[in-house]
């Protein structure tokens, strides 16, 4: 696995103190490492929550649920019995601004209605890519019925502009506030997210847990409203076992977050960083 690349870590850490280069950690100065995990994580957290998105923009479409077939977002959406595919081709960009390329292939099981519990979907990628990086990996989506749904990410694997990887791996809640119902609008979607995740970059391990449900609104430009995930690391060169990542409720709908990390000895540093979009 490449080394984690710190070129772009923000200016406002090495304020605080530390070094630019660390000769016995390859993966950077203490600080740096943390935050740059903590930016991976969102980034397969991010992933995640938009590639359960565009299954639920198909499968409470009037076109797919009539005829099986619809397009989302760029995507040639199309079932075959308990068989489904989301086909990017060869490349087309969201309403996101994110070029997708390749397929998503879903299975359903105990039924083939989305909209009533008991249904699961599992999910896989076949040459999938985001902004021309790959994501592999798997996932589960099950109804559990009231408004409510198991999200499950098994080793979902993304990299980022500077071809950083990170696994990640979740056990989700999603519940519905408001908008289930109403089959092909979305203009009122809303749902919470709470749960727990592992993840591993190069050599640094994180837990991470949802102590504030993660808000999503279909209002919001980027979609995550509010929420507070609380991290612990481990792992090489990690001087910052502890901290939260923080999507700002006096941010409304924009798309900044905060991270801060707390060390053993009683250190702390915060920056804040956006994100692309849930």
């Known amino acids: 696995m490449r080394k984690l690349n710190s070129k772009f870590f923000l200016a406002g850490l090495i304020a605080f103190g530390f070094a630019s280069c660390d000769e016995e950690n390859p993966l950077g100065s203490a ?16 992933t995640g929550s938009r590639i359960f998105n565009t299954i639920d923009l198909a499968m409470r479409d009037n076109d797919f649920i009539t005829n099986d077939t619809t397009v989302i977002d760029g995507a040639m959406v199309t079932r075959a019995g308990a068989l489904v595919k989301i086909d990017y081709g060869t490349g087309a960009s969201g309403s996101d601004g994110i070029l997708r390329e390749g397929e998503i292939n879903l299975l359903m099981s105990g039924g083939s209605d989305y909209m009533v519990s008991g249904t699961s979907i599992a999910g896989t990628f076949s040459n999938y890519k985001e902004a021309d990086k790959p994501v592999t990996g798997s996932f589960n989506v099950a109804n559990q019925g009231n408004d409510v749904f198991a999200l499950t990410l098994t080793s979902l694997s993304v990299t980022d502009s500077e071809d950083n990887t990170f696994s990640l791996s979740a056990s989700k809640t999603l519940t519905w506030v408001d908008g289930f119902s109403t089959i092909g609008d979305v203009s009122d979607d809303s749902y919470t997210l709470s749960g727990t995740s592992t993840g591993v970059a190069d050599t640094i391990t994180l837990t991470a847990s949802i102590t504030s449900p993660l ?19 481990a792992g090489t060169g990690v001087t910052y076992t502890g901290g939260s990542i923080d999507f700002l409720s006096a941010d409304g709908c924009n798309n900044l977050y905060s991270i801060e990390l707390n060390s053993v000895d009683g250190g702390s540093v915060n920056t804040t960083l956006t994100f692309t979009g849930f």
């Not at 600080?31 to 991010?46: C, D, F, M, Q």
């Open 31 to 46: 600080g740096e490492v943390e935050s740059k995990v903590g930016e991976l994580y969102i980034l397969a957290e991010s």
């Open 215 to 233: 808000s999503y609104k279909s209002t919001c430009q980027y979609r995550l409203e509010e929420g507070i995930i609380n991290l612990t690391m």
